[in-house]
């Protein structure tokens, strides 16, 4: 199982951008698809991107579409999410996990993957 650690939260204004870090031990990286979920106060834990576990692949949830960016450096062992054009409604708890799953059509489902990081603040004020 890999353990899994996020950085880069913060309070930004609308319009603003952060960079998420993820960073991974104990596995190799390259084994994992990797995703991204959020969860605001009171609402349940929502996906927002995936990677393949090569990098060739990424998916997005419709909300944060064109917005964000998934990549992975499967080298340094850790996955990032740009975020560009930040809305008040995109503040989180954002999370990062790992999934050993190899069908695609199950990675925005949070229930496939098998290790969480504690999870980043995100907050974005209007």
């Known amino acids: 199982q890999v353990q899994l650690g996020e950085s880069g939260g913060g309070l930004v204004q609308a319009g603003g951008s952060l960079r998420l870090s993820c960073a991974a031990s104990?596995?190799?990286?390259?084994?994992?698809?990797m995703g991204w979920f959020r969860q605001a106060p009171g609402k349940e834990r929502e996906f927002v991107a995936v990677?393949?576990?090569?990098?060739?692949?990424?998916y997005y949830a419709d909300s944060v579409k064109v917005r964000f960016t998934i990549s992975r450096d499967n080298a340094k062992i850790t996955v990032y999410l740009q975020m560009n054009s930040l809305k008040p409604e995109d503040t989180a708890v954002y999370y990062c996990?790992?999934?050993?799953?190899?069908?695609?059509?199950?990675?925005?489902?949070?229930?496939?993957?098998?290790?969480w990081g504690q999870g980043t603040q995100v907050t974005v004020s209007s």
């Open positions: 996990a790992a999934t050993s799953i190899w069908d695609s059509r199950r990675w925005h489902t949070k229930s496939v993957y098998d290790s």
């Open positions: 104990g596995s190799i990286l390259s084994s994992y698809a």
């Open positions: 990677i393949h576990r090569n990098g060739a692949y990424t």
